[in-house]
């Protein structure tokens, strides 16, 4: 079949990412997009060309004439849960751009509403189409390190608002931060709520699906004059032991440019080996008994039918097979619960214990 798709709310402008894939996709076809601010529509109707009776300001009116198949939502952290309950009734597939919701309860509801169409909501997490933390997940999986032990993550960039889709680089000014819902605390924005769940979700992915016990959080609010994080720090404990999960908007450089000290990405201690995974990277270190001295492993190309989020939720629904990994609810959940515990701990002060 061609898969029929729309791409609704540009709060998020991972939303020209998506919808190239979708444009690029051979049996796709984008056949409208929806935004209450056309402006922000202007680069994705032409680059994809698209014509005016494609381009809706009202969202209903665009599920109501292009009747998709599949809608593609980023929507502001805070506002997933009601995007979600939004276009759930037109009975399109959904996939939300990341994170997960900016609470658990948030997270719980978009569940219940595509459960009640019996369509599959995905998450889209965009560094698991990173070749190398692909690779990692095989390593893992194979045996190669022993029980997945600690999960440390550093990650971020030089801020949201540094770059555009297609990470086009760019300086933002003042009014623009001021204007931005991720720098919003009501809006789901800062480090923590932006950066936070890839290392959550991925880490759940690496480990298995495990949970930790208990998560103490902090960050940096006295250092800046915003209202939201641009730095934090997460350690979650575990029946295994502690692992670690930083967020950092203000890296010296963005990584798909240049690696910043410290480098964005994964390193996974296992019972009998470790691996580091950083992001953009043809390669991961792994290091065994056998290499103690560690060994670099190529990390093939991603290719069809898992070389991104559209391709690969394409190919799963059109096989009738379920999502695996942090796409599926059921790994982004568990990363949202640490994400929760996190940002009640960094409030608290103190540690808590996993909510659920």
Not at 55 to 81: G, M, S, W, Y
Not at 126 to 142: D, F, M, Y
Not at 180 to 202: H, M, V
Not at 330 to 351: H, L, M, N, P, Y
Request: glycine share 8%.
């Amino acid at each position: 079949m061609s898969w029929k798709i729309a791409g609704i709310n540009f709060d998020h402008f991972h939303m020209g990412d998506l919808l190239r894939m979708a444009h690029e996709h051979p049996d796709a076809e984008i056949v409208g997009i929806s935004d209450e601010d056309e402006s922000r529509m202007f680069e994705a109707r032409s680059k994809f060309n698209l014509t005016p009776a494609q381009v809706f300001t009202n969202f209903q009116k665009c599920l109501d004439e292009t009747q998709p198949d599949l809608v593609i939502l980023c929507p502001a952290a805070a506002r997933h849960a009601e995007w979600v309950e939004k276009v759930a009734p037109s009975g399109a597939h959904i996939i939300m751009e990341k994170p997960f919701a900016a609470s658990l309860a948030e997270a719980d509801r978009m569940i219940t509403a595509m459960e009640d169409t019996g369509k599959t909501l995905a998450i889209n997490w965009p560094l698991v189409w990173c070749r190398s933390h692909a690779q990692t997940r095989e390593v893992i999986r194979s045996g190669a390190i022993g029980e997945v032990c600690e999960v440390h993550f550093y990650d971020g960039n030089r801020g949201p608002l540094w770059h555009g889709a297609d990470k086009m680089e760019k300086e933002p000014t003042e009014a623009e931060k001021d204007a931005s819902w991720f720098y919003k605390a009501p809006e789901g924005g800062g480090s923590l709520q932006d950066y936070l769940g890839y290392g959550t979700t991925l880490g759940t992915w690496f480990n298995d699906g495990k949970k930790p016990i208990e998560v103490m959080a902090m960050w940096d609010l006295e250092n800046n004059s915003l209202e939201v994080d641009e730095h934090s720090i997460t350690v979650a404990r575990y029946a295994s032991g502690l692992s670690k999960f930083e967020t950092r908007w203000g890296t010296f450089s963005d990584p798909w440019i240049q690696q910043p000290q410290p480098k964005c990405g994964f390193v996974i201690k296992g019972s009998e080996g470790t691996i580091s995974s950083y992001d953009y990277d043809d390669f991961i270190t792994v290091q065994t008994p056998g290499w103690p001295e560690g060994q670099q492993v190529e990390a093939p190309e991603l290719f069809t039918p898992k070389g991104n989020p559209v391709e690969y939720f394409i190919d799963r629904i059109s096989s009738d097979l379920p999502l695996e990994g942090p796409l599926s609810v059921e790994i982004s959940r568990i990363g949202q619960q640490i994400v929760d515990t996190a940002f009640r701990s960094a409030r608290k002060g103190k540690a808590l214990p996993l909510v659920d």
